[in-house]
């Protein structure tokens, strides 16, 4: 079956260090793999789009790879801040056809001061 | 950037009755736009896809004569939540797109808690 999977747990990190999120897929061929941020009660907001043919992808402060054999991806916040502080989905087009996007059950991100 | 406003942003309702949550783009043209629900701390889950001028495509599962969607121009998406029951209490939220555009731009989401 087809699964989008990032890890349930919370990831508490301190102000300043680089937090990583994973995603991890299976028994999809994705032509790109997005990133966006929730904060509670809102709706989410696009962060970074990486194609399958771009192993990483950067702005800013953040940066995203794409390993394709690994079917995962990873998500780096560098120089991390308490507004950083806010859950982070991956998402990934189910069929290039329809653009539906599918969403991993999200990764929170605590920045601690 | 590109606005997608979404209301209400929350709504209490009584068992039985109907609420209708309106998504509107309002910088751009929407030609599609997706619904998905949200129970906390889960996914999005789709629920349908909404063309303009025509029937929404809907998910697995999900029914449509409870759901009705209605997108009626390129700027404004509706979904009707038709004889509301406690289990449909959830977090409502709308998404567009521009064109081809792969990112998808979201409104702020609608809490609906039906007593």
């Known amino acids: 079956s087809q699964k989008i999977e990032q890890n349930s747990e919370a990831l508490n990190i301190q102000e300043g260090k680089t937090a990583t999120l994973t995603c991890n897929y299976t028994n999809y061929s994705p032509a790109y793999l997005q990133w966006y941020r929730q904060d509670p009660g809102r709706g989410p907001v696009f962060l970074l789009l990486?194609?399958?043919?771009?192993k990483e992808k950067r702005k800013e402060r953040l940066k995203v790879t794409f390993d394709t054999t690994l079917k995962q991806s990873l998500f780096h916040i560098t120089a991390s801040q308490p507004a950083d502080s806010a859950t982070y989905l991956c998402a990934l087009v189910s069929s290039s056809n329809t653009g539906k996007l599918i969403f991993g059950q999200g990764t929170t991100l605590q920045v601690k001061p | 950037g590109a606005v997608v406003s979404q209301h209400p942003s929350w709504v209490i309702c009584k068992s039985g009755t109907s609420v209708k949550i309106e998504c509107r783009s309002l910088d751009f043209q929407a030609t599609t736009m997706f619904w998905y629900r949200q129970f906390p701390k889960q996914s999005l889950m789709l629920m349908a896809t909404?063309?303009?001028?025509?029937?929404?495509?809907?998910e697995q599962g999900v029914e449509k004569d409870k759901f009705l969607i209605n997108h009626a121009s390129l700027t404004l998406s509706t979904l009707t939540v038709t004889s509301a029951h406690p289990e449909d209490s959830s977090f409502y939220i709308c998404?567009?797109?521009?064109?081809?555009?792969?990112?998808?731009?979201f409104g702020s989401g609608t809490q609906l808690s039906v007593l």
């Open positions: 990486i194609r399958e043919n771009e």
């Open positions: 909404s063309n303009e001028g025509s029937k929404a495509t809907y």
């Open positions: 998404s567009a797109r521009i064109g081809a555009n792969e990112k998808l731009f």
